[in-house]
Structure formats: C-alpha cells, structure tokens
C-alpha cells in the first residue's frame, strides 16, 4: 500500500506526527487530496495558513503519509522497528515482527499479502505507542 488508511492517520496527528507529505485528508470529508503548492513542496499537518491561502478557508488537515514515512518515524521518534518478513521459498506467505530497542522481536499471525501485513503491523505500531 502506498499511503496510509484515514483513521490510522488520524491517530498518527495525534501521537504527534508533522512530517511533510505530499498528500492528505480534509477532514471531515476524508477526501484525499494532493499537494500542487507554486513551491512543490511537502506540507505538514500545522501549515493551517497554507490551506487558508489555496482553499480560502481554514480546511482542517490530517498528513498522508506512506508506509515507508510511517516505518521511519516509529523508528526515530520511539526506536521502534517494524518490518514485514515473508514470501520465502515462493510462497505468498507475510508476517511481521516489531524490535523495541532490540529487547523484544513479536512475531504474529501470517498473511496471504505483504499489505495485508504492513497494515496491521501500522496498526499495532499506533496501538503500542499510544498504550505506554
């Protein structure tokens, strides 16, 4: 999957998450809509004047970020690594595992896509952070 479903970027805005993306959702259509700012230039979810000036209105946003932001900033803001293993031997099989300053490595169910893996694995990325 390239970008992130709408809820799990809600709970994303609100751990904190501000990086630049090229994407996002209004809220509260859930319209997605792209970034084709004169600078082309990533937004980020407090640039609030930026909406004002293209939408003429204050458009409450959340960042669309990809899989691949979302990996990274778990990494940098919490030392947490999820990464999706699988499709050995040619089968179409996917789990995921989650390193925690390389204390704990959780395995859990399989798979029949890596999506489907990198999906829960965002899930249970949000879920972790936001039950410590």
Same mark, same amino acid.
């Given at each position: 999957?390239?970008?992130?479903?709408?809820?799990?970027?809600?709970?994303?805005?609100?751990?904190?998450?501000?990086?630049?993306?090229?994407?996002?959702? #209004?809220?509260?259509?859930?319209?997605?809509?792209?970034?084709?700012?004169?600078?082309?230039?990533?937004?980020?979810?407090?640039?609030?004047?930026?909406?004002?000036?293209?939408?003429?209105?204050?458009?409450? #946003?959340?960042?669309?970020?990809?899989?691949?932001?979302?990996?990274?900033?778990?990494?940098?803001?919490?030392?947490?690594?999820?990464?999706?293993?699988?499709?050995?031997?040619?089968?179409?099989?996917?789990?995921?595992? @989650?390193?925690?300053?390389?204390?704990?490595? @959780?395995?859990?169910?399989?798979?029949?896509?890596?999506?489907?893996?990198?999906?829960?694995?965002?899930?249970?990325?949000?879920?972790?952070?936001? #039950?410590?």
């Amino acid at each position: 999957m390239e970008f992130i479903t709408y809820t799990q970027a809600l709970e994303l805005k609100q751990l904190g998450f501000d990086e630049p993306c090229w994407a996002w959702y #209004n809220i509260p259509d859930e319209d997605i809509r792209y970034c084709y700012s004169e600078q082309r230039s990533p937004i980020t979810n407090s640039q609030e004047e930026w909406n004002a000036r293209i939408w003429g209105s204050k458009v409450e #946003n959340i960042g669309l970020p990809t899989s691949s932001q979302v990996f990274k900033w778990f990494r940098e803001k919490y030392n947490i690594i999820g990464l999706i293993e699988g499709g050995f031997d040619m089968t179409n099989i996917f789990t995921y595992c @989650i390193w925690e300053g390389f204390k704990d490595k @959780i395995y859990d169910d399989y798979y029949g896509t890596y999506e489907e893996a990198e999906d829960v694995l965002i899930n249970l990325l949000i879920d972790k952070v936001k #039950n410590k």
